[in-house]
């Protein structure tokens, strides 16, 4: 069974600056993806960030970057000119690709304050 | 809502009686999910359905039945509701990319 850790509870940051969540995972596959979900406190869950495991170029999505590292596996998330609208909760979560239930796995979430 | 509609969004049960919780998709997929979501935890996965007429169980599938006759339309029903079941539902549907888009969250309170 596939697990994900995210090591960093809470977390603050100041607005216009960068921050980093950690995540790191455990698989003994070799296909797979890797999302960072956010959760505001309206508590919809908004994808920000998807990753293809045999996509060696790290995923950009305009503010958000990752750091996909696969050999240690760990997959953090970097904001970039933080604003007051990222303050959340950020879930990492892990997928199997290939055949079967495309089933999320998630770990327990950081909460990511944005202090102006 | 990235196409996926729940309803009710709030409800209060008495121990022991019985709900259904409906999330309905419009964007045809194949997929779709139940997931929980519990204080200081992430989204634990519940049910599944991988097409019309199919249905599989998750992580934490005890005290729950779920059916999908219509591919449009994934129910996950309580029979007898638990104090322990309190928590916010999301339904979720596998659209393109294997990306997973959710519904807004049905807040349910068993009391």
């Known amino acids: 069974a596939q697990t994900v850790t995210q090591s960093q509870p809470e977390m603050s940051v100041q607005e216009a600056e960068t921050v980093t969540l950690s995540c790191t995972y455990d698989?003994?596959?070799?296909?797979?993806?890797l999302f960072w979900y956010k959760q505001p406190p309206s508590r919809q869950m908004i994808l920000v960030i998807r990753q293809e495991a045999y996509k060696q170029q790290n995923a950009t999505e305009n503010r958000f970057s990752v750091n996909f590292q696969k050999a240690a596996k760990s997959f953090s998330l970097k904001i970039s000119d933080s604003q007051l609208g990222d303050t959340a909760m950020y879930f990492c979560?892990?997928?199997?690709?290939?055949?079967?239930?495309?089933?999320?796995?998630f770990g327990k979430g950081t909460k990511l304050s944005v202090i102006p | 809502n990235a196409g996926v509609t729940q309803t009710p969004k709030f409800r209060v049960l008495k121990t022991g009686q019985s709900m259904t919780l409906l999330c309905a998709q419009d964007m045809n997929h194949e997929y779709m999910y139940w997931y929980r979501q519990d204080p200081g935890m992430g989204l634990r996965l519940i049910h599944y359905?991988?097409?019309?007429?199919?249905?599989a169980k998750g992580e934490v599938p005890d005290g729950y039945n779920v059916s999908r006759l219509k591919k449009q339309n994934f129910l996950l029903g309580l029979e007898s509701a638990a104090p322990s079941q309190t928590s916010v539902y999301f339904c979720?549907?596998?659209?393109?990319?294997?990306?997973?888009?959710f519904g807004e969250g049905s807040w349910l309170t068993v009391v």
């Open positions: 698989t003994s596959e070799n296909n797979y993806y």
């Open positions: 359905s991988v097409g019309e007429g199919t249905t």
């Open positions: 979560a892990f997928m199997r690709s290939g055949a079967g239930s495309y089933q999320l796995t």
């Open positions: 979720a549907h596998r659209g393109p990319g294997n990306t997973i888009y």
